[in-house]
């Protein structure tokens, strides 16, 4: 069973900086891509960026040039850097995992972590 973990949510001030992290129970690089996801209060759940097993990323538009994605294969864990945070970036923050067994696609989500930014 998978198991991912996200840590590292807070309360911070308007142009501050936050490291979200996702551990996986298992072998990150088992998934073809991991992803973090933002869901605010009334709000539908929301890509924010995502790494591939071979190691591209890719970025909603919100968040290009403020935040980066990376992994530590040692650690399997992938973790999401937030700079400069905005008060419109506050939203529980959700690890997904996307793995592929033919015919099948496995989803798994972590727990989520809560990020409050203040104006």
């Known amino acids: 069973q998978v198991q991912l973990m996200d840590t590292g949510g807070g309360l911070v001030q308007a142009g501050g900086s936050l490291r979200l992290s996702c551990a996986a129970s298992g072998n990150i690089l088992s998934f073809n891509a991991v992803s973090w996801y933002r869901q605010a209060p009334g709000k539908q759940r929301d890509l924010v960026a995502t790494i591939t097993s071979s190691g591209s990323t890719n970025y909603a538009d919100s968040v290009k040039g403020r935040f980066t994605i990376s992994r530590d294969n040692a650690k399997n864990t992938v973790y999401l850097q937030m700079n400069s945070l905005k008060p419109e970036d506050t939203a529980v923050y959700y690890c997904?995992?996307?793995?592929?067994?033919?015919?099948?696609?496995?989803?798994?989500w972590g727990q989520g972590t809560q990020v409050t930014v203040s104006s």
């Open positions: 997904n995992a996307k793995q592929y067994a033919g015919p099948q696609w496995y989803n798994y």
